[in-house]
Every structure is written in C-alpha cells, then in structure tokens.
C-alpha cells in the first residue's frame, strides 16, 4: 500500500433537510427491519443482493428521503408513469438519484419504495403529481435514518418478490457497480482480505467515487481476469 489509506472507519448517519417539518411517525417499522427471520435460500440471495445495493448508496452523502408510491384499478403503465414522475422533480431540482424496489399487494396492485437523494417535498405535491400522471394520489414520504435499517426496509420487499426486479439510477453509486463489487470481491481474495476489510475497502470506494478498478490498479493488482 502506499502512503493514501484504501479504508475508511468512520461512521455516517443520513441528514435529513432543514426546511422539512419534523414528523411523529416512526422512521421505520421495527417489524419490517428486522434480519431475516425463515427465509428460503433464493428469498435470502435477494435480500442480501438489495441490502448491498442500498447501503452501498447510502455510503454517499445527501439528504435520503423514503417514498412509497400506490396504484389503483385505474391506473396506467407504473413503469412509464414512474418516468414521468422522476423527470418533472429532476426538473425542478427535487430528485438527483434514487433506488427502488416493487411491491405487490394482496389486490395484484404494484406499489414501489424508492429510497432517494434530493430536496423536502411536500406530501400533498406529491400526491396531486402522481394523482395526475398514475391516477394515485395516495403517496407516502418521509425523512429517514440508519443505513442499516434502510437496507434491510427494501432488502425484505425484494426477498419477498419473486421476480427479484429492482432498480436503480446510475448516480445511485455508479454505473455498473454492482459489477465493481464483484471484482473487488475477487481481488479481496488474492490479497487475503478477510470480509470486514473487503467492506471497508468497498465503502471507502463509494465514499470517494473511486472506482476499485482503478484504485487496486493504483497499488499494483494485476487483474489477470478482467
């Protein structure tokens, strides 16, 4: 290693925006956060695939807001509405990046979580946006907190959807990076990292928008599979 750290330890809790009214509802249901509890092999690859895709954004700085969005019998195409939704905040700076996971209720009615970056909203805005554009005007945002808690919120939705879908916007992290990981995880092997340095390294990565290609490059890993 050279004299520039390739790990960071400190700790990092989401700031939420000054403007936005202080809320008495809970961050997060307990229930919903807690670890996996009788979860089927597949059910627990996709929770553990989400967990790492959300607390890998989380590892970037921004105020992180929760959004649960609804559908109703007469709405339209959820994906293509979604779009729309996303450009006109983007438009009008609300939005910078999010990631997001489908839920299906008990009706076949599609609702999404997004966890994303961006400014305070007000609710009733929302709901009259996505009432217009998807024909719900039932949505539900608030300020939270606890990366840990965020990741395993969305990680249970995915582990219960059998499809597995999710996504993401390139800025969440990076583009591709979720193929960054699995070179780091592979290079972390051939260094004999044990798994919280391979963690370390990964977050110190995301934190400094440096690519691990291209920081295991700067300390001389020959990448003999890429």
């Known amino acids: 290693m050279d004299g520039r750290p390739l790990c960071y330890t400190e700790s990092m809790r989401t700031p939420s925006g000054k403007a936005e009214p202080a809320t008495s509802v809970p961050l997060l249901d307990s229930k919903s956060t807690s670890a996996r509890k009788a979860m089927s092999v597949p059910e627990a690859k996709r929770f553990k695939r989400m967990y790492h895709r959300v607390r890998s954004g ?67 805005y929302l709901s009259y946006l996505w009432g217009e554009i998807h024909n719900a005007p039932v949505v539900d945002i608030r300020r939270v907190g606890g990366r840990h808690r965020l990741a395993c919120y969305l990680a249970n939705y995915l582990a219960k959807s059998p499809s597995g879908r999710y996504s993401y916007s390139w800025a969440w992290v990076w583009k591709g990076f979720s193929r960054s990981w699995a070179v780091l995880k592979r290079a972390s092997r051939d260094l004999g990292w044990n798994y919280n340095q391979l963690l370390t390294n990964w977050r110190w990565c995301v934190r400094m928008n440096i690519r691990p290609e291209v920081r295991l490059g700067e300390i001389g890993y020959v990448f003999s599979y890429l």
């Open 58 to 124: 989380l590892e970037r700085s921004g105020n992180v807001r929760l959004l649960t969005l609804t559908s109703s019998p007469g709405s339209g195409d959820f994906q293509r509405d979604f779009r729309m939704l996303i450009m006109r905040l983007r438009r009008r700076g609300l939005v910078s990046d999010y990631i997001r996971c489908p839920e299906k209720t008990q009706t076949g009615l599609r609702h999404d979580h997004i966890l994303f970056r961006g400014s305070y909203i007000e609710q009733a």
